[in-house]
């Protein structure tokens, strides 16, 4: 499977940003989809996954501010991101897994796209 983001850019606080993943593959509807970020000198962290039934998780550092979704027939994931702050700068990833659920451990995502830079200025 490729995997491509788009959809960055620079932003004010408060405001929004669509991120989308375009992925290849015949299966991409049976696997679940996570975005990650990577701040400057941080680690990666997850930020959201959904599954093949939809059930999504989200990081609680933007739980009620953004939102995962899907479109299987498009292969597409996409992240909004509303009421965006300063600590939301960073790369994001989107990425597969084969493994079910929702979970957020990275090591378990075997595909991963480019990333897409969002910087959110105060």
């Known amino acids: 499977v490729q995997l491509q983001a788009s959809g960055g850019g620079a932003v004010q606080a408060g405001g929004s940003l669509r991120l989308s993943c375009a992925a290849s593959?015949?299966?991409?509807?049976?696997?679940?989809m996570g975005w990650f970020r990577q701040a400057p000198g941080k680690e990666r962290e997850f930020v959201s996954a959904?599954?093949?039934?939809?059930?999504?998780t989200y990081a609680d550092s933007v739980k009620g501010r953004f939102t995962i979704s899907r479109d299987n027939a498009k292969e597409m994931v996409y992240l909004q991101m509303n009421s965006l702050k300063p600590e939301d700068t960073a790369v994001y990833y989107c990425?597969?897994?084969?493994?079910?659920?929702?979970?957020?451990?990275?090591?378990?995502?075997?595909?991963w796209g480019q990333g897409t830079l969002v910087t959110v200025s105060s």
């Open positions: 959904i599954n093949r039934y939809g059930e999504t």
């Open positions: 990425a597969r897994t084969r493994v079910s659920g929702v979970g957020a451990n990275d090591k378990t995502y075997d595909a």
């Open positions: 593959g015949r299966t991409f509807r049976s696997y679940t």
